[in-house]
Each structure stands twice: as C-alpha cells, then as structure tokens.
C-alpha cells in the first residue's frame, strides 16, 4: 500500500470549513484514497473514500487532484463533535488481504 | 441496524494468563479484521477472516491467534499475555474483503 503523509495537526473554528490534506504521491493506479477517523477512546469511524473523482456524502467531501498525487477531506461546517485524529488511507478495493495500514494521522482540533 | 459489538469492554489480565475477545459483526457482513492500538506503535492489523478462513495475517507473533464461526462472528486468542499486550483492540467488519470497514468500541486490555 501506498505512503500517505498528513499534517499531525490543525486547527478550524467551530462553524467554518476545516480543509484536510493527505499526499500520496505514489498512489497506484487501482488504490483508492480512504478517510477515517477516530474520538478519543473510541473505534475508527469510517467517513468516506474515492477512486479519482470527487466524493461527497453526508459527513464530508472528498477531492482528489487530477494527478491523483494528492487528496483533501473537507469537513463543511465543523463542530466541537469533529475533533479527532483523521486518518487519510490508500488500499486497493474490493480485493481480499489488504489491510488498512494507519499511519499517525492529523489531530484536528475544532474550537469555539 | 447495529453496529459492530465487543465484548468484554474492559479486561485486566495477569501476565501468563490467556484471553478470548469477541467480537459480533454488522449484519449482513461476513469479514472480521482485528487491530491492535498502542500509544507507541499506533493501530496495526493483526488480522482478516472471512468465511471462516483467515485470509491476511499481520506481523504478529504466534501468542495472537483467532478464528470466525459460521454466523460470522469472530473471536481473537492472545495466549501467555506480556504486559505490552496492554493496549485497545478493535474489530472492524465489511460486507466482503475489500469493502469499507466499520469498527466497533473496542476491548480494553490491562496486563499486570
């Protein structure tokens, strides 16, 4: 699985748009780019994931740059409950024996 | 629909002593992976059953074992516990290998 590098942490206001980045530079051709993440304490939560065009759901947004090189999770109006540590992940789908490799992650801290 | 459940939540061992963690999918899913989280090394796989076969191992040694029974519940093993078996372990279930992984709570393992 590709190597993917993020920021070990941001900070958003309450209220605005937090911005994730995520580099995968080496990403294949057939991996897709995984977000998670985790509140303190608890289970990772999964949030949402692309192949090479925009995702959206009702958590987030997904970019993915043409180059597919690189990725952001857009959090559109975060909140208090969104602090956590997200996890930016890339595996090929749908294919039996591939673990998510987590990496350190970026802790977002959003505040009032 | 429920979420994936771990029981027990919370556990304190004895070093030498063995433990059995278990862990109930999503309905419909038919894949277990399990993860160990420590503060130094972070979330890694340990590892994916599915049907009943393990199908992807992590680097772990052999103390850590586990198996899957026909109505896809999962159990995981750890035999003569360390002290750094300490740590959170979380199982995650999918549909099918490959898929999006949901992760439950959690079991909190204490070695003394």
């Known amino acids: 699985d590709a190597k993917t590098t993020q920021p070990p942490s941001m900070d958003c206001a309450e209220g605005r748009a937090a911005n994730l980045p995520c580099n995968h530079s080496?990403?294949?051709?057939?991996?897709?780019v995984y977000w998670y993440r985790q509140i303190h304490s608890q289970g990772p939560q999964y949030i949402i994931h692309?192949?090479?065009n925009n995702e959206t759901n009702e958590m987030a947004s997904l970019i993915i740059t043409e180059d597919r090189k690189s990725s952001t999770l857009i959090l559109p109006h975060a909140t208090l409950r969104d602090t956590a540590v997200y996890y930016c992940?890339?595996?090929?789908?749908?294919?039996?024996?591939?673990?998510?490799?987590f990496g350190k992650g970026t802790t977002l801290s959003v505040s009032s | 629909k429920a979420g994936v459940t771990q029981t027990p939540r919370y556990l304190i061992k004895t070093r030498g002593q063995q433990v059995t963690l278990s862990c109930s999918p999503i309905?419909?899913?038919?894949?277990v992976s399990w993860y160990q989280q420590t503060p130094g090394q972070g979330l890694q796989f340990l590892f994916e059953?599915?049907?009943?076969?393990?199908?992807n191992k992590g680097n772990f040694p052999g103390r850590f074992s586990g198996r899957q029974f026909s109505n896809s519940r999962s159990e995981m093993n750890v035999s003569t516990l360390e002290l750094g078996d300490s740590a959170l372990y979380l199982c995650?279930?999918?549909?099918?290998?490959?898929?999006?992984?949901?992760f439950g709570p959690g079991t909190r393992l204490t070695v003394t």
């Open positions: 059953y599915f049907s009943e076969t393990q199908r």
């Open positions: 992940i890339v595996r090929v789908a749908w294919q039996a024996g591939t673990a998510l490799i």
């Open positions: 080496t990403i294949s051709g057939n991996e897709y």
């Open positions: 692309g192949l090479k």
């Open positions: 995650a279930s999918s549909l099918s290998p490959g898929f999006e992984q949901y």
């Open positions: 309905s419909g899913h038919r894949s």
